[in-house]
């Protein structure tokens, strides 16, 4: 057991040393490092926030209300939430204005809450993949995933969907709530702020490498596993399952290859804090923040109805305008959804009010029953005959 803990230790001098000599730059990063930096960080979460609105508008315009599209827009909702709050944080720094305390620690805590959320949310999608194809639940990944199939009120995506909500926002709330409370950030000499060093590990970077590995974990075991069961079963497998399946695949592999940088990085100020890789710090400044914008590029290409509807230079104005318009159609949804349940209540209430005054209890009881608007024009015309 001793010589396995000398030998790792021997390993990682060596792989330290190999790793300094060939990539390291041995000096900080200078004042135009980091405003080159910032830009490309800036420009990406720019990008993400058009992409994330356009997925949140085109869900609550045209898209059905399937478990899969419902994780998509979640997910959708945190990148837009995450890249809204770097964008601001990062124009911020560029206008070289001091934050003040109470500034710093809600846009943090906003950042905070939003990418860790998305972390989970897109390891939702990885483990509903699982779920659906390991477990032999491919029925569930296609129209029937609306939350009412097979007459049953609750099944399975049903109860996924709120587990998911719970853990996906409740756990993050839950960081940002001790982080708060036991009052760990601090702040850097840049102006900005975030949690102390351990902090830092334990409610930032380990959720993000555990879900990180957990995601090419499970994608690795779904794909040994579609692809041993397509030899089996070849051409009997169901087409829109299949094309879902792939669908959702993307959304985790998208996910690997933007948080992949940000994995290396820690990895590589683990081997060697005292080095400076530019390279390595550019790709993550402009990868972390692009999930909300491959997300869109992946929801656009996959689904076809996406590019059904507009043409070329339609999609790019839609995207464009998406975060203008996405607050007030997320306004208007939420009032539609409000009339929807208001209006038949009072339309009832009123039909009672009426009926009770004529006294015609039997005809009330019709009138306000979920019949169509024919049969009671019908009904009135008999009546004043």
Not at 325 to 344: C, G, N, Q, W
């Amino acid at each position: 057991m001793r010589s396995n803990v000398i030998c790792g230790d021997i390993l990682a001098v060596v792989f330290r040393y190999i790793f300094w000599i060939l990539w390291c730059k041995g000096e900080e990063y200078t004042h135009e490092d980091t405003q080159i930096l910032g830009g490309v960080n800036l420009a990406s979460a720019l990008l993400s926030l058009m992409g994330s609105s356009f997925v949140v508008v085109h869900y609550l315009m045209f898209s059905r209300r399937l478990v899969v599209s419902q994780i998509i827009f979640w997910l959708a909702i945190a990148d837009l939430m995450a890249s809204f709050a770097i964008a601001l944080s990062q124009s911020w720094l560029f206008a070289a204005s001091e934050y003040s305390w109470a500034t710093c620690l809600t846009l943090r805590s906003f950042i905070e809450f939003s990418v860790v959320a998305s972390f989970f949310w897109s390891s939702c999608i990885a483990f509903y993949l699982f779920y659906a194809i390991v477990w032999h639940k491919d029925m569930m990944l296609s129209e029937g995933s609306k939350g009412t199939s097979a007459g049953k009120k609750w099944n399975w995506t049903n109860v996924f969907m709120i587990v998911a909500h719970i853990v996906c926002w409740g756990t993050p709330l839950v960081f940002c709530i001790i982080l708060l409370a036991a009052d760990w950030y601090q702040k850097t000499e840049s102006g900005w702020c975030h949690p102390k060093e351990p902090y830092l590990f334990i409610f930032w970077e380990l959720p993000m490498i555990i879900s990180f590995f957990v995601n090419i974990f499970l994608y690795g075991i779904i794909a040994f596993y579609v692809q041993r069961r397509s030899r089996k079963h070849r051409g009997t497998k169901n087409h829109l399952s299949a094309k879902i399946q792939h669908r959702l695949a993307l959304f985790v592999l998208v996910y690997a290859v933007c948080w992949a940088p940000n994995v290396a990085s820690h990895i590589e100020t683990y081997i060697a804090p005292h080095c400076w890789l530019f390279w390595l710090g550019l790709i993550q400044n402009a990868f972390s923040p692009a999930q909300g914008f491959l997300n869109c590029v992946v929801y656009g290409l996959s689904n076809q109805e996406v590019w059904s509807r507009y043409r070329w230079w339609q999609h790019l104005l839609m995207i464009i305008a998406s975060p203008f318009i996405v607050l007030p159609i997320i306004v208007l949804a939420s009032l539609e959804e409000i009339l929807r349940v208001a209006i038949p209540s009072l339309h009832a209430r009123l039909f009672r009010r009426q009926y009770a005054e004529v006294g015609s209890v039997n005809y009330a009881r019709r009138a306000y029953s979920p019949v169509s608007v024919n049969d009671s024009l019908s009904d009135l015309e008999t009546t004043d005959t």
